[in-house]
């Protein structure tokens, strides 16, 4: 595919050149509700506008929705930044950077402890010569590398110096040069991950994976924890010595529930997941994950958001009948994005050496 392919109304590059200018400016991807406003300011109608955006061209938001919230973070995928004014540093830097991480990658001696390749982002910065900018390029450039595949995996260290973990995936994207050449090579992957466990188009029911889980499909129903989440759960449960069948069984409940539209039970099992899996991340309490644990700066924002839904799950689960309305909705539950990185993080501890199954 080239950049001209991606066809795009007027209103729709205005819409995404309004992300990205928010972007730009502040070094972290724009909410819907920041740019609600000034976009209807000039006549758009921003959730219809979105609605009609390609997958390749904005980051899906709350596992899927058809219509963004306030909260939800608006995320342009490589080929939306591409189509937008003054994006050609962006795209540049990451095009770099792609390539020498495959080759640190490959040149990396792993050791007990630190079986991955850890870059950080002064290490980036050196190498593509950039400024020291509060919101400049080195801030964006993480923000992108965030939501590649090979990319999910980072944090902060002690000394506040943030960092990615370079896995032997990015070698499937080493020899690129160009966005079409990384475009088409990340969409060759995607298909054989979708060979890899294939489901038949408009496949609805229940499937059993190789894992022996249970999975309900609606291709038709919202999706909460996306599936390439679930399965990447699934790969490193397949190999660790965590036993991850109740956390399997509360992710695919927290997906059905929210497909159903079921309010509190779906408030329920995020509930009771931010309560299990902090042992995963070495916490005894999310409290501790959300506070303490190595997060880069945007996954601990997300993290502070998922802590604070632990009192309206509170809320879901014990306010007593009274004679006033219940004001709670499917829309109050917090953005998926979070959800997804703390799932992302606990795969990533999940495939550590300490955890590898013997």
């Known amino acids: 595919m080239t950049e ?3 066809v795009l109304s007027n209103d729709q590059r205005r819409v995404l050149q309004m992300i990205y200018d928010e972007f730009r400016e502040h070094g972290t991807w724009p909410t819907f509700g920041e740019v609600d406003r000034p976009l209807r300011r000039l006549g758009l109608n921003p959730e219809v506008i979105i609605q009609g955006l390609r997958r390749d061209s904005l980051v899906s938001f709350n596992g899927g929705r058809m219509l963004p919230v306030a909260r939800d973070e608006l995320s342009l995928a ?3 930044i591409a189509v937008c004014d003054g994006a050609q540093e962006d795209i540049g830097n990451f095009l770099r950077l792609v390539p020498w991480l495959a080759e640190r990658e490959l040149d990396f001696t792993p050791e007990e402890r630190q079986p991955d390749l850890r870059v950080t982002g002064s290490e980036i910065k050196e190498f593509l010569q950039l400024p020291n900018e509060w919101a400049g390029p ?22 506040g110096e943030w960092y990615i973990q370079v896995e032997r995936s990015i070698s499937r994207v080493g020899h690129v040069r160009t966005l079409e050449e990384y475009l088409e090579a990340t969409a060759e992957w995607e298909q054989e991950l979708q060979r890899f466990s294939p489901i038949p188009d408009g496949f609805h029911g229940t499937i059993v994976n190789e894992m022996g889980v249970e999975y309900s499909i609606d291709p038709e129903a919202d999706t909460y924890v996306s599936a390439s989440v679930v399965a ?3 790969a490193a449960a397949a190999v660790s010595s965590w036993n991850c069948d109740k956390l399997h069984q509360l992710v695919n409940e927290l997906n059905q529930n929210f497909a159903d539209r079921n309010i509190y039970s ?8 931010l309560d299990h899996v902090p042992p995963i991340l070495a916490c005894s309490s999310f409290r501790i994950v959300a506070n303490s644990y190595p997060w880069g700066q945007t996954d601990k924002k997300y993290m ?37 990185r703390l799932l992302q993080e606990c795969a990533g501890k999940l495939l550590s050496s300490e955890h590898f199954r013997v």
């Open 4 to 6: 001209q392919e991606l």
């Open 232 to 234: 990447a759960l699934e």
């Open 78 to 80: 490589l080929r939306g």
């Open 266 to 273: 779906a408030h329920a099992m995020l509930r009771a997941i």
């Open 138 to 159: 080195l801030s964006r450039l993480r923000q992108i590398i965030g939501l590649q595949r090979w990319g999910w995996s980072g944090g902060e260290q002690a000394d």
């Open 304 to 340: 502070k958001r998922l802590l604070e839904f632990r009192d309206q799950a509170d809320d879901a689960l014990h306010r007593q009948i009274s004679s006033k309305p219940d004001l709670l909705d499917l829309d109050d539950m917090p953005s998926s994005v979070g959800v997804s």
